[in-house]
């Protein structure tokens, strides 16, 4: 513990709308990754408050959900105004506690206050509709069928720690329009900007209880949150292991899982080397490869292979590395644990026979922008996510090839084609087996009213705002009959 821990900042949870400390007394720290400091402490709550903000969220919810969508959108649209207002103060702990760049920062900050403001749009133009019973054979025509989507109950949103804010909107904004209470555990690296961003939302006079902040020890309060019969659907963005964990303990209610990948960047022969050098580069390394729709390795035709490595490496070497007080690309990963694994990948494929390019260059948990060619299918780094600032090349003869390659991993978030044909594209992009193909561009969330899912062991359920609202409400049929 530093010298000066015991001065830095203890932040209340927010439990059943009032916030308040633990009576568990006790605390977790939350170190800067590139400060190397504690720079707060969050509570570590007990498995009879996770009771009572449950109960709490479910009382409210009724009331809640009794309300117009007009009104539910009032406290939404407020809430992204609270927002804006705090945008600096929101950026600067985002960039403290996960090392997100401050311009990263704020525009995921500036992106949450338009998903929130466009969930509250769409929610009000998603309408219910009616059925004749004669539209079917032997139907009776004195029927008819009333459709409309009532909300789920209490919505259990699991943030991650690489988008702490825009990731934990884009669950909390959608359950609250369908009509749900959330509990909202966001990930303990994250927790100060999720207490920030829900102190914004607090101060909208939101009903209280409807929402709950969680905090705490995953020994104690985990598994028993998410198997809590209180729980009506769990959205949760995190690692695979974790949501594997999830899917075992969670019986009987939705879930969305928004997991991990090994996006392919497939580099066809005719592809503009240009463009396709630029969007791997960005693609693979903006915020030192955090993001489960980097770019993770990148597939291409031998023919090009040269061309291709001889242009990635100056343009790698160009990042900015380091602080992300001083806009870094490449900033130190989220913890040493971290940096140690993305370590042991790059050891084990350069011992395998890889050929370095630049990188392997290290300082704690800051690792150079790496890039490895020759890189082989019996390299763990061709199939392992590294979450971290290392790309493997590996190089193909064919089309088929590459398609072969990118379908034998366990992920399937999305998958980037460059070619300059049209036929081809549409080829590979329909061979791929992801969720999302991206044709001359690099992998990414987003816009936010598009579709994102992922396959096998990148996901379950289709997240983006329309989707997100549908998961979390549940048709309700009502028969008229009219004689």
């Not at 669950?171 to 900007?193: E, H």
């Not at 809590?228 to 969670?250: C, D, E």
């Not at 960005?282 to 242009?311: E, I, M, N, P, W």
């Not at 044909?421 to 080829?427: F, G, H, Q, R, V």
Request: net charge negative; aromatic share 6%; charged share 20%.
């Amino acid at each position: 513990m530093k010298a000066n821990d015991q001065e830095v900042k203890v932040y209340p949870a927010y439990i059943a709308g009032e916030w308040r400390f633990s009576e568990s007394q006790e605390t977790i720290a939350i170190t800067s990754p590139w400060k190397a400091d504690v720079i707060g402490r969050v509570q570590a709550l007990t498995q009879d408050e996770v009771d009572q903000s449950i109960a709490a969220s479910k009382a409210a919810q009724r009331v809640w959900a009794d309300l117009s969508l007009g009104e539910r959108g009032d406290y939404l649209n407020q809430w992204a105004s609270e927002l804006e207002k705090d945008k600096e103060a929101i950026a600067t702990a985002v960039m403290n506690e996960v090392g997100k760049n401050y311009n990263d920062a704020e525009k995921e900050v500036t992106r949450t206050v338009d998903l929130i403001r466009y969930t509250v749009q769409e929610a009000l133009h998603m309408h219910g509709e009616s059925v004749r019973g004669d539209g079917f054979p032997g139907g009776s025509k004195d029927k008819l069928g009333i459709i409309e989507r009532v909300p789920l109950g209490v919505v259990l949103a699991i943030a991650p720690f690489n988008y702490p804010v825009n990731l934990a909107a884009s669950k909390i904004a959608p359950a609250l329009m369908a009509g749900n209470g959330v509990i909202f555990k966001p990930a303990t690296q994250g927790s100060i900007s999720g207490i920030k961003m829900i102190g914004a939302l607090d101060r909208t006079g939101l009903p209280a209880g409807l929402l709950s902040l969680i905090t705490g020890r995953g020994s104690v309060i985990g598994d028993y949150l998410t198997e809590h019969p209180g729980i009506n659907m769990i959205s949760f963005t995190g690692s695979t292991k974790t949501g594997k964990h999830l899917s075992q303990k969670s019986i009987m209610i939705p879930l969305v899982l928004e997991l991990g990948g090994k996006d392919p960047a497939i580099v066809c022969e005719d592809a503009d080397l240009d463009l396709t050098t630029q969007n791997i580069v960005s693609g693979a390394f903006s915020y030192s490869g955090q993001r489960c729709t980097a770019v993770k390795r990148v597939l291409v035709d031998d023919k090009v292979a040269d061309q291709l490595v001889a242009q990635l490496k100056p343009a790698v070497e160009a990042l900015a590395v380091g602080s992300p007080v001083d806009d870094s690309t490449v900033v130190p990963l989220i913890d040493e644990k971290a940096a140690d694994f993305v370590q042991g990948l790059i050891d084990d494929a350069l011992a395998k026979g890889a050929t370095l390019i630049t990188g392997n260059q290290r300082q704690g948990n800051l690792l150079a922008p790496t890039l490895l060619d020759n890189v082989t299918e019996d390299m763990d780094v061709a199939w392992i996510e590294p979450f971290g600032p290392v790309l493997p090349i590996i190089r193909v003869q064919t089309t088929d090839a590459a398609i072969a390659i990118a379908n034998k991993s366990n992920f399937g978030l999305q998958a980037s084609v460059f070619t300059q044909d049209i036929d081809k594209a549409l080829e590979i992009a329909n061979a791929v087996e992801v969720g999302t193909v991206q044709v001359n561009g690099r992998p990414e969330r987003g816009p936010d009213n598009f579709p994102f899912l992922g396959v096998k062991s990148s996901g379950m359920g289709t997240q983006g705002v329309h989707n997100s609202i549908l998961s979390m409400s549940r048709e309700k049929l009502t028969v008229m009959n009219l004689r």
